[in-house]
C-alpha cells in the first residue's frame, strides 16, 4: 500500500513544535505526525498495521517526537535524502547494527479522508460529478465537498445548515425547517435531494448523524442522475463501516429547549475483518423561536459490509427516520418588504401537527475484475407515511391586517424504487488513457394523496386569534394519484493526453413517463383519480462535454457544456394537465488549483445557464403554472483548506444574475436568488501553551436583496449572520473529551430564509441562538 510523498518536507532541526496526536493505530499516528511535522515517513505497510502508538502530546524536536511515537514497537527511524525511515531491531534493545531497511511505504501528512478524526476541510477527490472517485483536479465541473470536521465546527443540524459554505447556494423554501430545499444558480432543486446518488423526493428533511460529507454539484452537469434542475444537485455522503474501531458519543443542548443525542460506534465484526459495522443513531427534541413551534426525531441507521473475497463485496444500509413537526409558512408581505411583524408570528393553526416516516433500504454490491475494471449493483427502497395538515394565506388587507386562509392537508403514502448498474474501467489506446463509465438507472415513483381543501377562518397578522378546529377532521375531498417513472442509460469517457489535458465526453438517453391523476369531491376516491390520469412520455438524449488543461499539478483549467432533461414534468396546471418538461443548458469555464498537498483547494467558475418550460406552483394550491424561459449566469469563488498550522477557513463569493426571458414575467429577477453573496468561515487550533487544546471559530454569512415572488412585488432585504465557536479538548484525556459552544446570528440580526415565490409564504430564520456540546470518543 503506498501513498505519494510530501513534497512540501522541511529540513529537521532541532526547533521544538506543538503536537496533539492521540492513540491509536501506529500508521495513523504516524501520518499524523507527518502531517504535523511536515516530513515524509517510510515504512512496510504490513509490518506496523496491528501497531499501537501511545499518544503525543507537547513539544517535541522530530527526532523526539518520532522516538516517543515508536517507543516499544520494535523500530526506530533512520533519515535519508527522502526523508525518514523506520527500520527494525534498535527499538527493543538491539545494538542497532544488524538493522534492516523494510520495504517502503510512504506514510504522508493526509490522513484516511473518511477517518471519524479527521480535522480537514478539504477533499482531494469526489465522485458525484462522474460517478466514479476522480480527482477533483482533473474533473471538468464545478463540485465543492463539505466534510464531517466542518459539520461538527459548526455544530450543523440540518442540511441547510451545511451548504451555506458553498457559494452559489441560497436557501428555498423549507416549510419553516420541515424540508430541505436550495436554490443553485438561481434555480430550485425542486425539493429533490440525494443520498449516496440515490434521489430522494419530495420534502424530505434528512439528519446529517450519518453523513459522512456534502458533495454540491453545480449546473446541469448533474445530469448523470436522471431527470434533474439544472441548477444542479446536493448528494450526500454517508459514513461507510470502518475496520478501525471507534465510538463516539455526543450531547448537545441549546437555545429554545434544543437536545440532541448523536452516538456513532464502527468496528469490525470478526477477527478477520471481512465483516464491518457503522451504527448511527440520533434523538432530537426542541421547540422553536415560532410560536407553536416544535420539532422531534428519532433516526437510527445501521449499515454492514461484507468483504466477501478481496475483490467482492456487499454493503447493506438501513435507516428509519420518524420526525413530529408543525408545517410554517413565515410571515406575509406588505407593501414593498416583509411585513413587520415579530419574528415568533404563527399564521397558521395550532392543531396542525406533521408526522413522516420513513424506511430505507440500500444494497450493494461491489466487484473489481483487475485493478482497472469494476462493476457495481444497487438497488433501494424508500417508503415514506406523512400526515401534513396546513393552514395558509392567500388575501391579505395590508391595511387591516385581516388575511384569508385554506386548509390542506391529509395522508401521503409514497413508495420509491431506484437501481443502477455502473461499470468503470481503465483502458491505453496508442498509449492514451481512457477512464470510462457506462450505466443504466431505473427509477420509479409511486403515491396517492387523500386531503382534505377546504376554506379556513381567516385571521389577523397584527392580532391572531387561533380558531383551533382540527379541519382534519372532514371528509376527503381531494385526491391524487401519480407514478413517475424513466429508464436511463449513460455513457462517458475520460481521456488524457500528454498527462496534461483531459477531455470528457458523453451523455445519458432517458426513457421517462409521468401519470398524474387528480379527483374532486367528497364522493370521490383515489380510484377515480387513478382513472383520470394520463401517461405522458419524454425520451431525450442530454449529451455532456468537458475539457480539463493541467499544466502544473497545482492548476487546472476546465470547461463543460451540458444539457439536462429537468425534473418538473410532474407538475400539473389547474386542469390535472401534465406541463411541458423543463430543458436544462449550460456552458461553464473555471480555474482550480491546489496547495500543499491538497490542504488549501479553491475552484473558480464563470457560467451561462438556461432553463426552459419553468414552473411555478400556485399559493395555496396543489398545482403549478408555467412562466417561460429563465436564465442565469454569473461567477462563483470557493476557497477552502489549511493556510498555516492551525488555521483553516472557507471563503466563497457569488455573483448570480438570474432573470425571466420570455412568458408572463419576461424581464423580472428569479426569486431567492441574490446578486451578491459570499461567507467566510475560520478555525483556528491554538498552537502554544497554555492554550494547547483550544479552538476558536467565527463566521459571517452575506448576502445581498432578494425579490421575493415571480412579480417581483417584493424585496427581502440584505442581511448579514454571524456565527461563533469556541472548543476544549483537555489534552489530559487525549483529545477524547471535547467541550463546544456555538453561537449563530450573534448580532441578533432579523434574517429571512427563502420564500414560496408569493407574498404569503416568507421563512423567518432564528435570532441569536446558542448550542452546548459535550462529545467523548474512544
Known amino acids: 500500500m503506498t501513498f505519494p510523498s510530501i513534497t512540501c518536507a522541511r529540513e529537521a532541526s532541532a526547533d521544538l513544535s506543538r503536537y496533539s496526536i492521540p492513540s491509536g493505530p501506529l500508521e495513523q499516528s504516524l501520518s499524523l505526525f507527518a502531517r504535523q511535522a511536515g516530513i515524509a515517513i517510510s515504512a512496510d505497510a504490513d509490518k506496523i498495521k496491528n501497531l499501537t502508538a501511545n499518544g503525543l502530546e507537547g513539544d517535541y524536536s522530530v527526532e523526539s517526537g518520532l522516538a516517543e511515537l515508536l517507543k516499544n514497537s520494535g523500530f526506530t527511524f533512520e533519515r535519508n535524502t527522502a526523508g525518514y525511515v523506520?527500520?527494525?531491531?534498535?527499538?527493543?534493545?538491539?545494538?542497532?547494527?544488524?538493522?534492516?531497511?523494510?520495504?517502503?511505504?510512504?506514510?504522508?501528512?493526509?490522513?484516511?479522508?473518511?477517518?471519524?478524526?479527521?480535522?480537514?476541510?478539504?477533499?482531494?477527490?469526489?465522485?458525484?460529478?462522474?460517478?466514479?472517485?476522480?480527482?477533483?483536479?482533473?474533473?471538468?465541473?464545478?463540485?465543492?465537498?463539505?466534510p464531517r470536521a466542518v459539520i461538527e465546527d459548526q455544530q450543523a443540524v440540518q442540511v441547510n445548515d451545511a451548504v451555506r459554505n458553498v457559494s452559489g447556494v441560497f436557501p428555498g423554501f423549507t416549510f419553516g425547517g420541515m424540508s430541505q430545499a436550495f436554490m443553485i444558480r438561481g434555480f430550485d432543486t425542486g425539493f429533490a435531494s440525494f443520498r449516496d446518488g440515490f434521489r430522494f423526493p419530495l420534502a424530505l428533511r434528512f439528519s446529517l448523524?450519518?453523513?459522512?460529507?456534502?458533495?454540491?454539484?453545480?449546473?446541469?452537469?448533474?445530469?448523470?442522475?436522471?431527470?434533474?434542475?439544472?441548477?444542479?444537485?446536493?448528494?450526500?455522503?454517508?459514513?461507510?463501516?470502518?475496520?478501525?474501531?471507534?465510538?463516539?458519543?455526543?450531547?448537545?443542548?441549546?437555545?429554545?429547549?434544543?437536545?440532541?443525542?448523536?452516538?456513532?460506534?464502527?468496528?469490525?465484526?470478526?477477527?478477520?475483518?471481512?465483516?464491518?459495522?457503522?451504527?448511527?443513531?440520533?434523538y432530537l427534541n426542541q421547540d422553536s423561536f415560532r410560536d407553536f413551534g416544535f420539532n422531534k426525531r428519532i433516526f437510527v441507521a445501521p449499515s454492514v459490509t461484507w468483504r466477501i473475497t478481496p475483490d467482492t463485496q456487499l454493503d447493506v444500509d438501513f435507516t428509519y427516520n420518524n420526525e413530529d413537526t408543525r408545517e410554517d409558512h413565515g410571515i406575509v408581505a406588505i407593501g414593498n418588504r416583509p411585513a413587520k411583524l415579530p419574528r415568533s408570528r404563527f399564521l397558521g393553526e395550532p392543531a396542525d401537527k406533521t408526522t413522516q416516516n420513513m424506511y430505507n433500504t440500500a444494497v450493494t454490491l461491489t466487484h473489481a475484475f483487475n485493478s482497472d475494471w469494476q462493476a457495481r449493483a444497487r438497488f433501494n427502497y424508500l417508503r415514506r407515511d406523512t400526515v401534513d395538515p396546513q393552514t395558509t394565506g392567500f388575501d391579505l388587507n395590508e391595511a387591516t391586517g385581516d388575511m384569508q386562509r385554506s386548509f390542506y392537508g391529509g395522508t401521503a403514502t409514497g413508495d420509491v424504487f431506484m437501481s443502477t448498474v455502473d461499470i468503470t474501467g481503465r483502458f491505453y489506446t496508442a498509449g492514451v488513457e481512457h477512464n470510462v463509465l457506462a450505466g443504466w438507472e431505473y427509477y420509479g415513483q409511486f403515491g396517492s394523496v387523500k386531503s382534505i381543501s377546504v376554506d379556513a377562518s381567516p385571521i389577523n397578522i397584527f392580532r391572531p386569534i387561533y380558531s383551533n378546529v382540527n379541519l382534519a377532521s372532514q371528509p376527503y375531498n381531494f385526491f391524487i394519484d401519480q407514478k413517475n417513472e424513466w429508464n436511463g442509460v449513460y455513457l462517458q469517457d475520460q481521456i488524457t493526453l500528454f498527462d496534461k489535458l483531459h477531455i470528457m465526453a458523453g451523455g445519458r438517453y432517458d426513457w421517462a413517463s409521468n401519470d398524474v391523476g387528480t379527483?374532486?369531491?367528497?364522493?370521490?376516491?383515489?380510484?377515480?383519480?387513478?382513472?383520470?390520469?394520463?401517461?405522458?412520455?419524454?425520451?431525450?438524449?442530454?449529451?455532456?462535454?468537458?475539457?480539463?488543461?493541467?499544466?502544473?499539478?497545482?492548476?487546472?483549467?476546465?470547461?463543460?457544456?451540458?444539457?439536462?432533461?429537468?425534473?418538473?414534468?410532474?407538475?400539473?396546471?389547474?386542469?390535472?394537465?401534465?406541463?411541458?418538461?423543463?430543458?436544462?443548458?449550460?456552458?461553464?469555464?473555471?480555474?482550480?488549483?491546489?496547495?500543499?498537498?491538497?490542504?488549501l483547494n479553491s475552484n473558480v467558475a464563470f457560467y451561462y445557464l438556461t432553463k426552459q418550460n419553468l414552473a411555478f406552483r400556485v399559493p395555496g394550491q396543489p398545482y403549478?403554472?408555467?412562466?417561460?424561459?429563465?436564465?442565469?449566469?454569473?461567477?462563483?469563488?470557493?476557497?477552502?483548506?489549511?493556510?498555516?498550522?492551525?488555521?483553516?477557513?472557507?471563503?466563497?463569493?457569488?455573483?448570480?444574475?438570474?432573470?425571466?426571458?420570455?412568458?408572463?414575467?419576461?424581464?423580472?429577477?428569479?426569486?431567492?436568488?441574490?446578486?451578491?453573496a459570499g461567507s467566510l468561515w475560520a478555525r483556528y487550533d491554538m498552537q502554544y501553551e497554555p492554550l494547547r487544546g483550544l479552538s476558536v471559530g467565527v463566521g459571517v454569512y452575506a448576502m445581498g436583496k432578494r425579490l421575493g415572488d415571480t412579480a417581483n412585488t417584493f424585496v427581502l432585504p440584505a442581511q448579514a449572520r454571524v456565527d461563533a465557536m469556541v472548543r476544549y479538548r483537555p489534552p489530559a484525556m487525549h483529545s477524547r473529551l471535547s467541550l463546544q459552544l456555538n453561537i449563530y446570528n450573534l448580532a441578533d440580526s432579523t434574517l429571512y430564509g427563502g420564500t414560496l415565490g408569493d407574498r404569503f409564504s416568507v421563512n423567518v430564520d432564528a435570532p441569536r441562538t446558542f448550542v452546548g456540546s459535550i462529545r467523548y470518543e474512544m
Do not use: C
Request: charged share 20%; glycine share 10%.
Open 519 to 599: 379527483a374532486f369531491g367528497i364522493d370521490k376516491f383515489l380510484s377515480d383519480a387513478k382513472a383520470a390520469g394520463r401517461e405522458i412520455n419524454n425520451n431525450r438524449f442530454s449529451p455532456r462535454a468537458g475539457i480539463v488543461y493541467q499544466p502544473w499539478e497545482w492548476l487546472s483549467f476546465y470547461g463543460n457544456y451540458v444539457q439536462s432533461l429537468g425534473a418538473a414534468n410532474s407538475a400539473f396546471d389547474a386542469n390535472g394537465n401534465i406541463l411541458k418538461p423543463q430543458i436544462g443548458e449550460q456552458f461553464e469555464g473555471g480555474f482550480k488549483t491546489s496547495f500543499f498537498e491538497g490542504r
Open 86 to 146: 523506520l527500520v527494525s531491531g534498535a527499538a527493543v534493545g538491539g545494538t542497532g547494527q544488524d538493522a534492516v531497511e523494510l520495504p517502503e511505504m510512504v506514510v504522508t501528512g493526509s490522513i484516511d479522508p473518511d477517518s471519524p478524526r479527521n480535522p480537514s476541510y478539504t477533499r482531494t477527490n469526489a465522485s458525484t460529478a462522474t460517478k466514479s472517485n476522480l480527482p477533483i483536479m482533473k474533473t471538468p465541473m464545478s463540485v465543492q465537498v463539505i
Open 209 to 282: 448523524a450519518n453523513i459522512e460529507r456534502v458533495e454540491v454539484l453545480k449546473g446541469a452537469a448533474s445530469n448523470l442522475y436522471g431527470r434533474i434542475e439544472p441548477g444542479g444537485m446536493v448528494n450526500l455522503i454517508t459514513k461507510r463501516p470502518q475496520a478501525e474501531r471507534y465510538y463516539s458519543l455526543n450531547q448537545q443542548f441549546g437555545s429554545y429547549g434544543q437536545f440532541q443525542t448523536l452516538a456513532d460506534a464502527t468496528g469490525a465484526l470478526n477477527e478477520t475483518g471481512t465483516l464491518l459495522y457503522r451504527l448511527n443513531f440520533e
Open 624 to 676: 403549478s403554472i408555467p412562466i417561460g424561459q429563465a436564465r442565469s449566469h454569473g461567477v462563483e469563488v470557493d476557497v477552502s483548506g489549511q493556510v498555516t498550522r492551525g488555521l483553516d477557513l472557507i471563503f466563497t463569493y457569488a455573483y448570480t444574475d438570474a432573470e425571466v426571458l420570455e412568458g408572463a414575467n419576461k424581464g423580472n429577477r428569479l426569486w431567492n436568488v441574490p446578486k451578491h
